[in-house]
Nanobody
Framework: QVQLVESGGGLVQPGGSLRLSCAAS????????MGWYRQAPGKQRELVAG???????DYADSVKGRFTISRDNAKNTVYLQMNSLKPEDTAVYYC???????????????WGQGTQVTVSS
């Protein structure tokens, strides 16, 4: 089993910045890709940014140039630096990790509990 613990959400004014963190813990697994998703009220959950173990990244068009995803493999932690925040970035942000179990090499999908990001003046 893998647990994901998120931190860093909160209330920020438009144009401000926030940094989200997500730490993965658990034994018997190798953490592969990690990413951040978000879900605004009345909308579907969407991918914000993803990063492979090797460091390749992918971003939603709406956040390119403003958000940066990074990770520390030694700590099994992924970060999301969010700059120039807009009211439309308001959502619950969820951490996601794909973990490969050593025992049988099956890949499992894990989610964090979510952290609220509110961008408002």
């Amino acid at each position: 089993q893998v647990q994901l613990v998120e931190s860093g959400g909160g209330l920020v004014q438009p144009g401000g910045s926030l940094r989200l963190s997500c730490a993965a813990s658990g034994s018997g697994f190798s953490i592969n890709s990690m990413g951040w998703y978000r879900q605004a009220p009345g909308k579907q959950r969407e991918l914000v940014a993803g990063i492979t173990r090797g460091g390749s990244t992918d971003y939603a068009d709406s956040v390119k140039g403003r958000f940066t995803i990074s990770r520390d493999n030694a700590k099994n932690t992924v970060y999301l630096q969010m700059n120039s925040l807009k009211p439309e970035d308001t959502a619950v942000y969820y951490c996601n990790a794909q973990a490969i179990r050593y025992r049988d090499y099956i890949t499992y999908d894990y989610w964090g509990q979510g952290t609220q990001v509110t961008v408002s003046s």
